[in-house]
């Protein structure tokens, strides 16, 4: 992936975020911008602040101090218009175990009020290789099926700024596969994509881009191109030490 310049304002916009949660300071000083048409990925160890920074882009968490807006809107003050203009897959949870994939994607298109959404619901489905539990359940779904269900859901309404929160934890290749042609997709048509992930090499294969956190802080923006091959993980390593 290549460089890109860029002349209109990020569609991600962090300014010294810091979130604590309590005694703990979750994220701390945080500065991040993402544009139209570009993937970031922010890796990191568990517990470098990774999700806590994803919740905060969804509209879920508030900031405790910093400034951030999303598709020009502010989280503190636009949650919901923040809502709108977001795909989010979190972490963990998200689904309802006693509804299907096809109830997930039903009740996403009526509060999202998408019209005609069955054809790219059933598409994404099929991506996933969950067409056939379509109306399955999600409760006795395996850890990777509730994932690649994730995803679809963020993508279903093909939203301006799509938040993939740990989307390859547990995923068999084939739904590493469709993630990331999710990924390409979103950005293809103008998105703004962030990928959260502890996985360098998908990291880098995801992303043009990669903000590298330590202990709720960043250590590094790097071109995705420094982070491959046997020198990248040595450059990772030693970032994270």
């Known amino acids: 992936m290549?460089?890109?310049t860029h002349v209109a304002a990020p569609l991600?916009?962090?300014r010294g975020l810091h979130v604590r949660f309590g005694e703990v300071e979750a994220v701390n000083g945080i500065d991040l911008e993402a544009y139209a048409g570009q993937a970031t990925a922010l890796l990191g160890r568990n517990g470098a602040?990774?999700?806590?920074?994803?919740?905060?882009?969804?509209?879920?968490?508030p900031p405790t101090a910093?400034?951030?807006?999303?598709?020009g809107h502010d989280v503190r003050t636009e949650a919901l218009a923040v809502k709108r203009v977001v795909g989010y897959c979190p972490d963990v949870g998200g689904l309802v175990p006693r509804a299907t994939p096809w109830e997930h994607l039903q009740l996403s298109a009526r509060l999202r009020r998408l019209p005609e959404w069955e054809t790219r619901a059933r598409d994404l489905l099929e991506k996933f290789e969950l067409g056939d539990v379509a109306h399955r359940v999600t409760a006795g779904f395996s850890h990777g099926m509730g994932r690649?269900?994730?995803?679809?859901?963020?993508a279903l309404h093909e939203p301006d700024v799509l938040l993939l929160d740990e989307p390859f934890d547990g995923v068999d290749p084939i739904g590493v596969e469709a993630t990331m042609d999710v990924i390409a997709d979103a950005r293809a048509r103008g998105a703004c994509v962030l990928v959260s992930t502890h996985l360098r090499e998908l990291a880098v294969q995801a992303c043009g881009h990669v903000l590298v956190l330590r202990g709720g802080a960043r250590v590094a923006t790097v071109d995705a191109l420094e982070m491959t091959g046997e020198?990248?993980?040595?450059a990772y390593r030693g970032l994270l030490d």
Do not use: H, I, N
């Open 2 to 4: 290549t460089e890109q």
């Open 12 to 14: 991600v916009e962090v």
């Open 49 to 61: 602040g990774k999700s806590t920074t994803m919740r905060v882009l969804a509209g879920v968490v």
């Open 66 to 71: 910093g400034a951030v807006t999303v598709a």
């Open 148 to 154: 690649r269900l994730s995803v679809a859901l963020a």
């Open 231 to 234: 020198e990248g993980a040595r």
